[in-house]
């Protein structure tokens, strides 16, 4: 449809809705963020806010793919996802493990949780589930929010107490800022006899981070990850967090997700780590990710566990690709395989195209130098 959401077109220019919103307003109509607006529209005031509109002839093959309206009549809360972002070596996946074996829901079949590459914990104060993404970290970021998926929403910034704010803490800082997702900040490595939480406080308002104890609104958790020190105050806190910002979604529709991390495996064939985003994603269901197609055969569960579906913000891993999908894909469910291939052909060609131009114009540039 030539339509779109105010929020899905605010996603895709990684703008604020709220910002779309007065643009619209300064063209006397009022809107709020689940209205649909025309395709004109929606170019207009992207324009207004300086982006460039490519309106691809792709709509005819992949029209309908992300229906961007979410009916608000048939929206329900869901869990935040949040992604551990910082310094290498300042304990991010030692956090993420800490936190998953914190959690691992008492009498249960001694924690043979298998890596899957996200994973949702509860909240130990409400009960609540938290999907946390245990990325190889800002690559995959990077990668998603350039295919306008965003995946996020709250990154919680590792910094080491002992180490304090590094290249890959600002890249990280820059990297929530530009995608607009909301920073918890765990200060690592409490335990350490040289650790300088307040030096890191100091460092980060360096670079506009401004805690609480410094007159910000950026909470901050000093935390061990080896001593397992205040983790359920970190979880505590991105459970507020998710509260301010209210989180809904519609579970009753065809799935959409993004494909977190992908890989041929020798016995399963392959097998991809899907958020579900969106809807419920169900045995059976016919999905294209990427240039990837294929029949949801499977379902498993971070806990390792055979599911037959698996709703918004829940990580699950997806046997019955024909091929494995990139880290960063979108993920759909189409009505028939006669559709998934239509767009899974479509979009193949269009990478070998892209790919072809990308050499040429390194072709181009190279003769630029050496003229
Ligand atoms: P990552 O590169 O950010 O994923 O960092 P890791 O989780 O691999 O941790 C890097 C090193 O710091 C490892 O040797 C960890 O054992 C150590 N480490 C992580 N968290 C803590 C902590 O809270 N206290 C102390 N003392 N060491 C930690
Ligand atoms: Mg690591």
Redesign the pocket.
Known sequence: PEAITIQELANRMSERAVDVIRMLMKQGAMHKITDVIDADTAQLIAEELGHTVKRVAASDVEEGLFDTVDDSTDTEPRSPVVTVM????????????ALRHANVVSGEAGGITQHIGAYQVSSPETGKKITFIDTPGHAAFTAMRARGAKVTDIVVL?V?ADDGVMPQTVEAINHAKAARVPIIVAI?????PDAKPERVRTELLQHEVQVESFGGEVVDVE?????K?NLDKLLEMIALQAEILDLKTNSHRPAEGTVIEAKLDRGRGPVATVLVQRGTLRVGDIIVAGAEMGRVRALISDQGETVQEAGPSVPVEVLGFNGPPEAGDRLAVVENEARARQITSYRAHQKRENAAASISGMRGSLEQMMS
Do not use: F, Q
Not at 188 to 192: H, M, R, T, V
Not at 223 to 227: D, I, L
């Open positions: 910082g310094h290498v070596d300042h304990g991010k996946t030692s956090l993420l493990d590792v080491a690592n490595k409490i335990d350490k935390v061990s990850a080896k001593n020190t």
